[in-house]
C-alpha cells in the first residue's frame, strides 16, 4: 500500500466480484490447485465446455478436447489461443466456425496456423447466443468469501486512450471544460459545476508486454501500469474497490480510492436460452452493495500546464475459477480522469460516501433501480490550495458478469454501475469574501446479455484481426438513478 501514499489521497473506480452457484450442471471434479481449488491453467485460461447433454450448442460451434491443459499460451491481447494440434476437435477449426476451447477460449475463428505441434488459433467475438442454442445458466451464491483471482491483460485492446490531436499520454494536456479537436471517441465526463462535457479521445496501443503472452492469473491484487497511470484493484473485509494514481512524472500527483461497501454480497442468475434466444424473463442481480465510498485528491506543482486527461479500460479482471464451470464469472472496470488544476503549487481533496439502497442487475427482465443517499458529505470535505479555481472529474463503470469469449470481449449477462464525480475548490485570491467549493454526482446502472467489449476495443480489435470484423454491440438498459450538483457559500460571488 505503501507506493499509493505519494500520490496523497483520492477517489475512483470499483470492483465487483461475480460468484457462480449451478449453471443447470453439475460442478466438475476438482483436480488441481489454487483459488478455490482450481489449477493454475484452469485460473488462467477458464474451464472446458459442458457435454452432459444439458446444453445444446449451435451447428457451426467446434468444441475441443483437453480443457484448459490443452492450451499451451494465448496472447497478450487475447486474441490468439495456442493449441497442441493433435488435441481432439482441434484438427475441425477452421475459419468462420466458432472454436470453444475453455470459457476464456471462445470466439469465431478468423485465422488458423500450424507451427510444428502446436496450433494458433484467432478468434473475433460472439455473442452468448452464438454459441449456445438451448441452455439454463442458474446462479446463486454468496460473494463476500469467494476465492478469486486477478487476471492481466497485457495488451487489452482499447486500454487507453488520450485527447485527440495529442502524439503521446504524455502530450495529452488540455485543461478542464476544453474541448479537443480531431476524429476520435466522444466521452462525457462531469465537471464540478455539475455540467457534461464532450471530449475527444483517441486510442493509445499500450507498448508489448514481455514475451507477448498471457501471464498467469495471480491470487493477490497488484498495481498496474496502463500509459501514465496505474490502476490497482483490491478485495479487503466488506470492501471491493480500485485505486488509480498518475505515475508519470513528479509534477503531477493524482490518487483516487473507489470502494464499493458490501455485506453479505451476493449474485442471483437465472438465464434460460431456448432455440437461440434469451428468455425475456431472465435475471442477473447483484445484492449486498451498502454503499460507494470515495477518496480523491490531486495537487499539480506548474498549474495548468501539468493537466492530464485520460481515459482507461484497466487490464486487469477479477475472476472467481470454479472447477467444472463451463462459464467465467468476472468483473471489469474503466476510468476518465480529468485534471483541471490552476496556478503553481496547486492542490484539492475530497471524500465523501452514498448509501446504496437496492439491487443492481435485473430481475425477470426487468431494470432494477436502486437509490443513493447522502451518508457523508463530499462538499464538507473539500479543501486544497490554488490561486485560480481548481477541480477535479472523474467517471468510473464496473460490469459484473457471467459468460464466455475472450479476455477483450466477453459474451453473458451482466449488471453495471456508471459514477460521475467532479469536484471544485475556489480560489484563494476569494477567500476573504468566501471560499467557492462545488461538487457534483451522477451515477447510472445498467443490466443486459451483451457483450462486455467496448466500442472503442471493437474499433481497436478491427485493427488487430486479419480480417474484417462484422459485430454489432447489443443494447443494454440503463437508467439514472441520482443526480445531483451544489455550489457553497450561495453567495453571488459563487453561484454567479
Known amino acids: 500500500m505503501s507506493r499509493w501514499r505519494r500520490y496523497g489521497s483520492l477517489v475512483l473506480a470499483t470492483v465487483l466480484v461475480v460468484g457462480v452457484g449451478s449453471c443447470g450442471i453439475r460442478p466438475g471434479v476438482d483436480s488441481g490447485r489454487g483459488a478455490g481449488g482450481a489449477s493454475e491453467a484452469g485460473s488462467t485460461y477458464g474451464y472446458g465446455p459442458l457435454r452432459d447433454g444439458s446444453v445444446r450448442y449451435q451447428p457451426d ?22 493449441l497442441e ?12 466456425r466458432i472454436m470453444y476451447a475453455t470459457s476464456r477460449a471462445v470466439g469465431r475463428v478468423v485465422q488458423v496456423r500450424r507451427d510444428g505441434g502446436d496450433l494458433a488459433v484467432t478468434l473475433a467475438p460472439v455473442t452468448l447466443t452464438e454459441v449456445f442454442r438451448d441452455a439454463h445458466f442458474r446462479s446463486d451464491r454468496r460473494l463476500d468469501d469467494a476465492a478469486l483471482v486477478y487476471q492481466e491483460i497485457p495488451e487489452l485492446p482499447g486500454a487507453v486512450s488520450v485527447p485527440a490531436g495529442t502524439r503521446s499520454p504524455e502530450d495529452a494536456v488540455t485543461p478542464i471544460g476544453r474541448t479537443s479537436g480531431g476524429a476520435a471517441i466522444p466521452v462525457s465526463y462531469a465537471s464540478g459545476d455539475g455540467a457534461t462535457t464532450l471530449v475527444a479521445l483517441r486510442p493509445v496501443r499500450l507498448a508489448p508486454a514481455g514475451g507477448g503472452r498471457l501471464p498467469p492469473a495471480r491470487e493477490r491484487n497488484f498495481a498496474v501500469t496502463v500509459g501514465d497511470w496505474e490502476a490497482q484493484p483490491y478485495r479487503t473485509q466488506g470492501k471491493l474497490g480500485l485505486k488509480i494514481g498518475y505515475a508519470a512524472d513528479e ?60 481515459r482507461v479500460e484497466v487490464p486487469v479482471e477479477i475472476n472467481i475459477p470454479v472447477p467444472g464451470e ?29 448509501a446504496v439502497n437496492g439491487t443492481i442487475g435485473m430481475i425477470d427482465g426487468a431494470l432494477q433501480k436502486p437509490t443513493l443517499s447522502v451518508v457523508r458529505s463530499i462538499m464538507d470535505s473539500i479543501t486544497g490550495i490554488s490561486i485560480g479555481p481548481s477541480g477535479l472529474a472523474f467517471a468510473v463503470e464496473t460490469k459484473i458478469q457471467f459468460g464466455i469469449g475472450m479476455p477483450a470481449a466477453f459474451a453473458g449477462p451482466y449488471a453495471k454501475l456508471v459514477v460521475d464525480l467532479g469536484v471544485t475548490n475556489g480560489s484563494a485570491l476569494g477567500a476573504p469574501l468566501a471560499r467557492c467549493v462545488s461538487a457534483s454526482l451522477n ?25 474484417k470484423l462484422k459485430f454489432e454491440l447489443e443494447s443494454e438498459k440503463l437508467w439514472p438513478i441520482h443526480r445531483a450538483a451544489q455550489t457553497l457559500p450561495n453567495v453571488p460571488l459563487c453561484v454567479g
Open 251 to 310: 509534477n503531477l500527483k493524482v490518487y483516487i480510492d473507489f470502494a464499493m461497501n458490501v455485506a453479505d454480497l451476493r449474485v442471483r442468475a437465472d438465464v434460460p436460452i431456448s432455440n437461440g434466444r434469451i428468455g425475456s424473463a431472465a435475471t442477473f442481480a447483484i445484492d449486498g452493495i451498502r454503499s460507494i465510498s470515495v477518496d480523491v485528491s490531486a495537487g499539480a506543482a506548474n498549474g495548468a500546464d501539468d493537466n492530464r486527461k485520460v
Open 443 to 467: 451515477a447510472k446502472v445498467g443490466g443486459g446479455f451483451g457483450v462486455t467489449a467496448s466500442s472503442v476495443a471493437i474499433e481497436e480489435l478491427q485493427k488487430l484481426l486479419p480480417t
Open 85 to 96: 494440434a493433435d488435441t481432439p476437435g482441434a484438427g475441425d477449426l477452421e475459419p468462420g
Open 326 to 354: 463451463p462459464l467465467v464469472y468476472s468483473n471489469t472496470w474503466k476510468f476518465i480522469v480529468t485534471t483541471g488544476l490552476s496556478g503553481r503549487n496547486t492542490t484539492v481533496k475530497a471524500a465523501g460516501e452514498w
Open 61 to 82: 460451434v467446434v468444441l475441443v478436447e483437453g480443457g484448459p491443459e490443452a492450451i499451451r499460451s494465448a496472447s497478450a491481447d487475447g486474441t490468439t489461443w495456442t
